[in-house]
């Protein structure tokens, strides 16, 4: 070993040390910056991070006409079963039979938050919501339809 | 003004006068005891708590908030299940060695309490040989660390101590010789006289770079002395569970974890002592009004003071680095601490000999 990457190395290791202790100081000084939520104690004014997945909702609007065309690729790219889509088929003006969503089976305690779902569909019809208080007394409550009782497409979305 | 000499004379008196002299000096080291395990404790709960909140803070959390005021009790509560917990000793154990460690643990940690100065003419006994003193009786610990882990029969527990003992007995060394760099500027072993050379001035500001050079390297071997991180290699919970301590459980689990907060204190203390000048005021020079001033602080609250931001320097060493190897461990003190500190010893002597500190 030669001496002067020896002073080197006592050098740098002493200025590293330094940076450290600079970013843990840093932290020290202002505790303003301390991220922890204290949940039950501030459940109104909560705020959680963008990027936290809770559950897998549909969306609908004020006419309860959500953009689901059942088309079964969430389904499909569900890495563990999670959604069933239930289809039917419906009579356009035209007479023609066209593909439609019946009903949205989504299994919450199948569920990883993966949001692979989300990914897949092609018309932006589901989303992942930030609701994280999923605890039930019984298991089937878990197993929930998503689409709203007599919601229908949305005109326009193929 | 408050100072604990006044308190310490007063009770002196009055026992000479009401007992005599001889059942006084009994009275006088029963109370002592007592004091000792009073300080012990309360340290204990203090320094946990700080430590808790600390580290809290260095990472962004909160840390204990619910026991209490702002947490204070979460140490108390703490104690109280440790006492109410039973205490195990395995089927495989040595028993009567297994049991007796964490005695011998805390009866190092109470001996080197005897020559620290706590305040101005505060001490328990003033030694001559005081500094040597502390080395030599901090060195027993590594024996009672080597004990658990013997005893306990259990293969993490052996590996714990066995690396425990390989990182004293190298880390005493450079400790050692850093008090030795101090010892050659005071020119005395015994505290009351290392403070009292630093009346006009703190060695650290008096003693030029090797005072600063000896002061990092003792509070890097210190720091490996009291197992704490980046050196707690004896515990290394990663790796080993709990190192030495693994089958320990109740209040024989909570001694060793007291034993390693009270050693934190005294090697703080020492640090103080030979640094910092121990209760000494902060002088400077022969600024005689400033010095005045500064006379007025009581010199308990200087030691706690110092003892305590050294602490917290400590502290913030263990949040901060991650954890040595056991190579690099051993590296960065035979091939680092050891020659720097040879050389920065004999710098010092130098210094001394040419008289170029204040």
């Known amino acids: ?158 | 003004m408050f100072s604990l000499e006044s308190i310490k004379n007063t009770v002196q008196n009055w026992l000479q006068l009401h007992v005599g002299a001889s059942m006084a000096l009994v009275i006088e080291s029963i109370l002592l005891g007592i004091l000792v395990i009073i300080l012990f404790a309360v340290l204990g709960l203090v320094l946990v708590f700080m430590e808790r909140k600390v580290s809290a803070v260095m990472q962004i959390r909160i840390g204990p908030n619910r026991v209490g005021p702002r947490g204070w009790l979460q140490t108390s509560a703490d104690t109280l299940k440790l006492m109410l917990k039973e205490g195990l000793t395995p089927d495989g154990a040595d028993k009567f060695l297994f049991n007796l460690a964490p005695f011998i643990i805390m009866i190092a940690a109470m001996l080197i309490m005897i020559p620290i100065a706590f305040a101005k003419n505060f001490q328990i006994w003033d030694i001559n040989i005081g500094v040597l003193y502390i080395s030599s009786v901090a060195s027993v610990s590594v024996i009672a660390i080597l004990m658990a882990g013997w005893s306990s029969n259990n293969k993490f527990s052996l590996l714990g101590a066995m690396r425990s003992g390989a990182q004293i007995i190298s880390y005493e060394l450079s400790a050692g010789i850093s008090v030795i760099t101090m010892v050659i500027l005071t020119q005395s072993l015994s505290v009351n006289e290392i403070i009292a050379s630093q009346e006009n001035g703190w060695w650290i500001f008096k003693g030029h770079i090797p005072a600063i050079i000896a002061f990092i390297i003792f509070m890097i071997a210190v720091t490996a002395e009291t197992n704490r991180a980046p050196f707690d290699l004896a515990e290394a919970e990663s790796e080993l569970t709990a190192g030495f301590h693994t089958e320990y459980s109740g209040m024989k689990f909570a001694l060793f974890f007291l034993a390693e907060y009270i050693n934190i204190f005294i090697v703080c203390a020492v640090a103080s002592i030979l640094f910092f000048g121990g209760w000494m005021p902060f002088h400077i020079g022969n600024w005689q009004t400033f010095n005045h001033i500064m006379d007025y602080i009581p010199s308990s609250i200087w030691f706690f003071g110092k003892t305590f931001l050294l602490i917290g320097l400590i502290m913030w060493f263990r949040w901060t680095f991650p954890r040595l190897r056991i190579d690099q461990l051993l590296n960065l003190e035979w091939k680092y601490l050891l020659p720097i500190s040879l050389a920065n010893m004999l710098l010092m002597t130098v210094i001394a000999i040419l008289k170029w500190y204040l």
Do not use: W
């Not at chain 1, 959680?48 to 969430?74: I, P, Q, S, W, Y």
């Not at chain 1, 890495?79 to 289809?87: E, H, S």
């Not at chain 1, 938050?113 to 930030?130: D, K, R």
């Open chain 1, 1 to 158: 070993m030669n001496i002067k990457k020896y002073i080197q190395d006592v050098f740098g290791a002493i200025q590293s040390l330094l940076k450290g202790m600079r970013v843990t100081g840093y932290y020290f000084l202002h505790p303003k910056e301390i991220i922890t939520e204290q949940y039950p104690d501030n459940r109104d004014s909560l705020k959680l991070a963008d990027r936290f997945k809770g559950e897998v909702v549909m969306l609908h609007d004020e006419n309860n006409e959500h953009a689901c065309t059942g088309c079964t690729a969430c389904e499909l790219a569900c890495p563990n079963g999670t959604i069933k889509i239930i289809t039917q088929f419906d009579i356009t003006p035209e007479g023609k039979k066209k593909k439609a969503l019946n009903t949205f089976v989504y299994h919450l305690e199948l569920c990883t938050m993966c949001n692979l779902c989300v990914e897949a569909c092609p018309t932006g019809a589901i989303v992942m919501a930030q609701n994280f208080e999923h605890s039930v007394y019984d298991r089937k409550q878990l197993t929930k339809t998503l689409n709203k009782p007599g919601s229908k497409l949305r005109a326009g979305i193929e």
